[in-house]
């Protein structure tokens, strides 16, 4: 059955409104019947109408998908009404680790704190807490280490469409030690260890 754009343009509104985390494009195709260059011209549109009306919500790109958004210079205003406290920002040590995490992953606690030089439970718990990383499955090493990656709640607090697209790494926003060490694993040239997504002991 033919639908036109404008009807396409707001069903995927109305499914991302509904959804409330990240859809893949192929995923809408599917389901509106249509394909995925018909789906992200109808992505583009509502774009340009949320920027045009100044909108209260965007829509934002994640893994080849989308997630619809409030405004970030919405945010305490929203914040308010909806009478939650303020997120209580992460702690230098703690965006370290979170650094590590997200140029290294997958990663294991113990890598981490080999890096920092320091202990990292703490870190590691809040991140994790936060919904910033996650496990992802065991390296396949004495022990079977948990493997952490960063999450798409990652990606959304820091605009990001993929983890591909960090930024390149500053140094100086590290402790020197760990600066140090992160530079060194960066530069390691060794093949990877084999990793396990078995997440049994």
């Known amino acids: 059955m033919f639908i036109k754009m ?3 343009k707001y069903a995927i ?3 991302l409104f509904a959804a409330g985390e990240p859809v893949k494009a192929a995923k809408l195709a599917v389901v509106l019947e249509t394909d995925v260059e018909t789906v992200n011209n109808a992505i583009s549109e509502l774009k340009e109408e949320y920027n045009r009306d100044h909108r209260g919500f965007n829509i934002i790109d994640i893994l080849e998908g989308y997630q619809i958004c409030s405004r970030p210079e919405y945010y305490n205003h929203i914040q308010e009404i909806l009478g939650e406290q303020r997120t ?5 040590a703690a965006m370290e680790a979170l650094a590590i995490i997200a140029y290294k992953q997958p990663i294991t606690k113990g890598q981490i704190e080999h890096i920092r030089g320091v202990n990292s439970d703490g870190c590691v718990n809040r991140l ?6 996650e496990e992802k499955g065991r390296l396949d090493a004495p022990g079977r280490p948990i493997l952490y990656v960063t999450t798409e709640n990652f990606l959304r607090c820091f605009g990001l469409t993929n983890p591909k697209d960090l930024p390149p790494l ?5 402790n020197t030690d760990s600066a140090q060490g992160l530079q060194l694993e960066i530069e390691d040239k060794s093949e990877p260890e084999e990793v396990s997504d078995n997440t049994e002991q």
Do not use: F, K, T, V
């Not at 209580?88 to 230098?92: E, K």
């Not at 994790?128 to 990383?133: A, F, H, M, N, P």
């Not at 500053?170 to 590290?174: A, H, N, V």
């Open 170 to 174: 500053d140094l100086s926003r590290l």
């Open 13 to 15: 509104e109305g499914i």
């Open 128 to 133: 994790y807490e936060r919904g910033l990383i």
């Open 88 to 92: 209580q920002p992460l702690s230098n």
């Open 6 to 8: 404008d009807n396409i």
